[in-house]
Nanobody, 128 residues
Framework: QVQLVESGGGLVQAGGSLRLSCAAS????????MAWFRQAPGKEREFVAA????????DYADSVKGRSTISRDNAKNTVYLQMNSLKPEDTALYYC?????????????????????WGQGTQVTVSS
């Protein structure tokens, strides 16, 4: 079992930055691939970014590519999402998710069904 707790969300003006954090507890954090998803009201949950358990491989949704950076610190059991040049369309509830290591994970990394554990989310609101 892994418990995930997100933090760092808030209200920011367009063009601003936020750094989201996801603290993990429970089983070995470094044994999980991690990702961030987001969900806006009335919309489906969508993939934002992912990082492998080693931290050496990352991937981003086109909507945030070039503006966001996912990273992890396995010594601190924490994964981060640095978001810059925020836009009103980035407004959503942001979730951290953990996936057990499988041979198919990378191919299906954008599919939220692939993730075994989820946090409660942190709200990001970007005003225009």
């Amino acid at each position: 079992q892994v418990q995930l707790v997100e933090s760092g969300g808030g209200l920011v003006q367009a063009g601003g930055s936020l750094r989201l954090s996801c603290a993990a507890s429970g089983r070995t954090f470094s044994s999980y691939n991690m990702a961030w998803f987001r969900q806006a009201p009335g919309k489906e949950r969508e993939f934002v970014a992912a990082i492998t358990w080693t931290g050496t491989v990352t991937d981003y949704a086109d909507s945030v590519k070039g503006r966001s950076t996912i990273s992890r610190d396995n010594a601190k059991n924490t994964v981060y999402l640095q978001m810059n040049s925020l836009k009103p369309e980035d407004t959503a509830l942001y979730y951290c998710a953990a996936a057990q290591l499988t041979s198919t994970w990378y191919r299906q990394r954008t599919d939220h069904h692939q993730y075994d554990y989820w946090g409660q989310g942190t709200q990001v609101t970007v005003s225009s």
